[in-house]
């Protein structure tokens, strides 16, 4: 079992910045992979920001040069930082992770934070 736990959520004013923390504990051994994802009102859940367990890292192009990927491989972390926040960034915002369980390459598997709001008021 896996466990996520997301923090930093909240309304700001158009322009201003956020920071969301993800915190991961339980049978993980090692990552694969940590990013976030949001996912709008009637709209589909869609990746923001992602880093590999090689530090390769993938935003999506509405965020690129406004948000920052980060993580402590010490303290399970992934965190973004969100600048120069818009309306439209408004969304659920859901950690995710994918880890392995073993040394044993296919037990791996994929886990969800229960999301954090993210209001930003024009």
């Known amino acids: 079992q896996v466990q996520l736990v997301e923090s930093g959520g909240g309304l700001v004013q158009a322009g201003g910045s956020l920071r969301l923390s993800c915190v991961a504990s339980?049978?993980?051994?090692?990552?694969?992979?940590m990013g976030w994802y949001r996912q709008a009102p009637g709209k589909q859940r869609d990746l923001v920001a992602t880093?590999?367990?090689?530090?390769?890292?993938n935003y999506a192009d509405s965020v690129m040069g406004r948000f920052t990927i980060s993580r402590d491989n010490a303290k399970n972390t992934v965190s973004l930082q969100m600048n120069s926040l818009k309306p439209e960034d408004t969304a659920v915002y859901y950690c995710?992770?994918?880890?392995?369980?073993?040394?044993?390459?296919?037990?791996?598997?994929?886990?969800w934070g229960q999301g954090t709001q993210v209001t930003v008021s024009s």
């Open positions: 995710h992770v994918r880890v392995y369980y073993s040394t044993n390459s296919r037990a791996w598997g994929d886990h």
């Open positions: 339980g049978n993980i051994f090692s990552f694969a992979a």
């Open positions: 880093i590999s367990n090689s530090d390769s890292i």
